[in-house]
DNA sequence: ATTATATACAACCATTTGGTTTACAGTCAA
DNA sequence: TTGACTGTAAACCAAATGGTTGTATATAAT
């Protein structure tokens, strides 16, 4: 049987050194000694942070000789996907979200 | 000048209380006394949580005699939707997020 | 064989989080 | 005016969170 899993996505991307976390790691799969070069904080917390990411699903790692890599999956923002859609239909002017995103894409 | 505020969507949107706390504030606005009759808790602790949702300018307050009613702003959502924009180049199969939100579509 | 590197694990710590209860102040209704 | 109702504030609490250091183990390099 499956436990459930401690940590979900929205607990997961809630943490900033998190988000920077998928957001290296979506360049090249990386061992955490690696990783940890761009914070400013120990290995063992840059450890845990993984952790909870793999617990949501969001990274996964395997063991290549002393290192331990990580990739990026990210199949499990779909729920955030989802859940995020409901809420297109309260914007005020249906347009306006459209267009806030053109202006985006538009910088 | 303006504080930065505490809690940022990310942050907001974790918690599952304030995530259903949206969801009924998308079928209307509430004061506070209504919309504890949805939850397991005190006035006191929903209080909190709406005060954090309108930190992350996700809820706006309107006094009302002795009411305040609280009605749903979904613009800070959009923060979500870029940051989760960002990750859609990384699905194995470009097709792949399309053809998910499809099937979820046709449920 | 020795040393250095990569990670894991345990213990610990301060702060934050999510809740409680109690007391209070404003507003409405009888 | 008395009482009920609405929300806030303060004090408190247990558990979770985000970090640390120290130690141990496996692997790689010299």
Redesign the interface.
Known sequence: MSVAPKYDV??A??D?TR?KL??IL?KKEMPIAEISKYFPMSRTAISKHLFILSEAHLVKAEKKGREKRFT?H?EP??E?????S??DQ??DNKLD?LK??VE?KED
């Open positions: 929205f607990q991307i809630a900033p988000r998928l957001q979506s990026l990210v923002l779909m955030l996907t989802d859940w995020l409901y809420f309260f914007w979200k806030y995103l985006k």
